[in-house]
């Protein structure tokens, strides 16, 4: 390729019949304009989606059910406790959900290291948990029968 400047009958730009070139590769104004459209659709989506919240909100207040008549007779002490079933810890309820689970892992603990028969007929014991599992890592699980072909 030539790095001469082309001469020209007129002095500006070569000009050729079959061959043409874009002055600017992008328009900025154009780009300009559709993000300005763009904000424009957004700040409107965003109006009637308000609209929208607003008439769906007085739908849903017209269809909503007064409280029940026991709620209207007791006041603010029944308002202050939650709806049944109420779950521990919350104000209302008896008991304390640490003691509950301090009580539950104690049972457990017990039945785990409980010794006893469980069916004596059929030879079925009840050992500790530890002492079942050494058990198992000296003699291993029994094998398991083989499948029946049919």
Partial sequence: MSTEMHKTAHGGEPRHTDVSFEKADVQATTIYWYLGALAIAVILSYVVCIFVLRATTKVA???DTPPPMVRQEMGSAYDAMPPEPRLQ??????SDPQ????EK?????EANEKVGW????????QIPVEEAMK????????????????
Avoid: C, M, W, Y
Avoid at 105 to 109: F, V
Avoid at 118 to 125: E, H, L, P, R
Avoid at 135 to 150: H, S, V
């Fill in 118 to 125: 469980i069916d004596q007929n059929a030879g079925v014991a």
């Fill in 89 to 94: 810890g919350v104000p209302g309820h008896s």
């Fill in 105 to 109: 892992i104690r049972l457990d603990t």
């Fill in 135 to 150: 058990i198992i890592a000296e003699k291993g699980l029994p094998g398991a029968p083989p499948a029946q072909k049919k």
């Fill in 61 to 63: 207040e017209g269809f």
């Fill in 99 to 102: 003691s509950d689970l301090r």
